[in-house]
């Protein structure tokens, strides 16, 4: 069984450009988690989709945005990158209590 | 507004000794407990999940316990090896429903030959 997939694996933006991330779960698992590991930072929740739905967020502005799909499949869209933005991004999908995380995609703002 | 909080930072042992690895919340009302392994650059292996009514799991060479009123974690590894060397992060879903994992910063283990 495929786990978490997350593409790209790197990105390479410039201040000011959009980025967008996207995310496969776990067939089957209806919620995706984004979370954003900044160097020094530790691993902090974005977002949670849930049905195609945004169940709850994260303490960041609201450049950071997403959707999931009817397939359950999300997209984590940055807006206008800042060099702070530069992170590895997370996802995670469950069925239930436990969660599981993609390889993520390393976001490099330029 | 819950903090987890792991103990030591990063730990070097020889090969073949027993570990421990601590992990320390400030609030009790938690759902479930989850300790992860991360290789450099890389994403996160789920090890090992302690539901708030249980008091331990264990999987190989490992186990997890939980004391919920006191606030702690623990990761034993037994028989420490080359390829245990990693950062272990321990995360914890808190009792209401927000979806998300509250993370520790880490123990960034080195085992050597």
């Known amino acids: 069984e495929a786990g978490v997939t997350q593409s790209p694996t790197h990105l390479i933006k410039t201040r000011g450009q959009q980025a967008t991330l996207r995310c496969s779960p776990i067939?089957?698992?209806?919620?995706v988690y984004w979370y954003q590991q900044a160097l020094g930072l530790g691993l902090q929740f974005l977002l949670w989709?849930?049905?195609?739905?945004?169940?709850n967020r994260g303490n960041f502005p609201p450049r950071f945005s997403g959707r999931q799909f009817p397939n359950y499949s999300s997209e984590l869209n940055v807006n206008a990158l800042e060099l702070e933005d530069s992170a590895l991004y997370l996802c995670?999908?469950?069925?239930?209590?436990?969660?599981?995380f993609g390889q993520g995609t390393r976001l490099t703002v330029v | 507004k819950q903090e987890v909080t792991q103990i030591p930072a990063a730990l070097s042992v020889p090969e073949g000794e027993n570990l421990v690895l601590n992990c320390s919340f400030t609030d009790s009302a938690i759902y479930n407990l989850q300790w992860f392994r991360q290789d450099p650059g890389k994403g996160l292996t789920s090890l090992l999940l302690?539901?708030?009514?249980?008091r331990e799991q264990t999987s190989g060479r490992l186990n997890a316990s939980l004391d919920k009123s006191s606030g702690r974690s623990t990761l034993y590894i037994a028989a420490s090896q080359p390829g245990d060397s990693a950062t272990y992060l321990c995360a914890v879903r808190g009792s209401s429903n927000t979806g998300k994992l509250i993370f520790g910063q880490g123990t960034t283990l080195q085992v050597k030959p």
């Open positions: 302690i539901q708030s009514s249980q």
């Open positions: 067939s089957g698992h209806t919620s």
């Open positions: 995670a999908s469950s069925l239930g209590v436990k969660a599981f």
């Open positions: 989709y849930d049905e195609g739905e945004e169940r």
